[in-house]
C-alpha cells in the first residue's frame, strides 16, 4: 500500500525559533499534498494543501508568512513553522494525494504526524 | 459547503459486541465518503471508502459502513469488536471535483471493554 512518512516524529524547540517538518510519498509521486493541524482530543483542521510546483493555498485563517510550505518535488512537502509560540504546539499531520500507484482514485494516505513542542 | 457531523464524542462497548459509530454529512454536492482510524499518537489510516456502485463498504479489520443517501448518512458498524479497536474514528467526506479536501467529523472514540 501508500506509505507516507514524516520527519521528525516530534520535536520540542524554544519559543522564537524555525521548525521543519518534512513529508514523504515513499512509493507513489504524490501531486498534492495536504498539511492538518491536531489539537489534543479534536478532529484535524486542514491548513493548506500544496501542489508540486506551484504555491499552497491555505485555509482561511491559516497565516501563510507563519506556515511556510514548499512541495519541490512529487514525493516531498515541506513545512516550516517560523518565529514559533508555545500556541504553535500541536500534532501536524501530512497526507498526499498521488495521481498513480497503487490506488488512483481519490484516497488521501496519511503520514504518522509530528508533536511539536514550542516551550 | 460541507459538514460532517459525528454526535457521539465516546462509545463504550463490552469485547466481542456489536458497534456501529454514526456519522451524517450535510453537502449541495456529490461527495466521498470516508472513515478513517487513529491510535494513540499516529497518523490516519483508511478504513473503508465510498465512490460509487454499491452502497455498502467492506474495510479492513472486519469493519463495513452503508451509505444511505436520503439520510446523508453513512455509518461504521463492526459485529464483534476487540480490545484492539479501541482509538479514535474519524468520518470526512470530499467533493467530487479537484480540490479533494477532506472535511472531517469531530471525532468517535470508540472505548473497547474487556
Known amino acids: 500500500g501508500a506509505v507516507v512518512s514524516q520527519h521528525p516524529s516530534w520535536v520540542i524547540c524554544k519559543s522564537g525559533t524555525s521548525v521543519k517538518i518534512e513529508c514523504r510519498s515513499l512509493?507513489?509521486?504524490?501531486?498534492?499534498m495536504f498539511w492538518y493541524r491536531q489539537f489534543p482530543k479534536q478532529s484535524l483542521m486542514l491548513m493548506a494543501t500544496?501542489?508540486?510546483?506551484?504555491?499552497?493555498?491555505?485555509e482561511q485563517g491559516v497565516e501563510k508568512d507563519k506556515f511556510l510550505i514548499n512541495h519541490a518535488s512529487l514525493t516531498l512537502s515541506t513545512l516550516t513553522v517560523t518565529s514559533a509560540h508555545p500556541e504553535d504546539s500541536s500534532f501536524y499531520i501530512c497526507s498526499a494525494r498521488g495521481t498513480s500507484g497503487p490506488d488512483p482514485t481519490d484516497t488521501q494516505y496519511f503520514g504518522p504526524g509530528t508533536r511539536l513542542t514550542v516551550l | 459547503a460541507q459538514s460532517v457531523t459525528q454526535l457521539d464524542s465516546q462509545v463504550p462497548v463490552f469485547e466481542e459486541a456489536p458497534v456501529e459509530l454514526r456519522c451524517n454529512y450535510s453537502?449541495?454536492?456529490?461527495?466521498?465518503l470516508f472513515w478513517y482510524v487513529q491510535y494513540p499518537n499516529q497518523g490516519l489510516q483508511l478504513l473503508l471508502k465510498y465512490l460509487s456502485g454499491s452502497t455498502l463498504v467492506k474495510g479492513i479489520n472486519g469493519f463495513e459502513a452503508e451509505f444511505n443517501k436520503s439520510q446523508t448518512s453513512f455509518h461504521l458498524r463492526k459485529p464483534s469488536v476487540h480490545i484492539s479497536d479501541t482509538a479514535e474514528y474519524f468520518c470526512a467526506v470530499s467533493r467530487m471535483d479537484s480540490s479533494y479536501k477532506l472535511i472531517f467529523g469531530s471525532g468517535t472514540r470508540l472505548l473497547v471493554r474487556p
Open positions: 500544496s501542489n508540486e510546483g506551484s504555491k499552497a493555498t491555505y
Open positions: 453537502s449541495s454536492v456529490s461527495v466521498y
Open positions: 512509493d507513489f509521486q504524490a501531486t498534492t
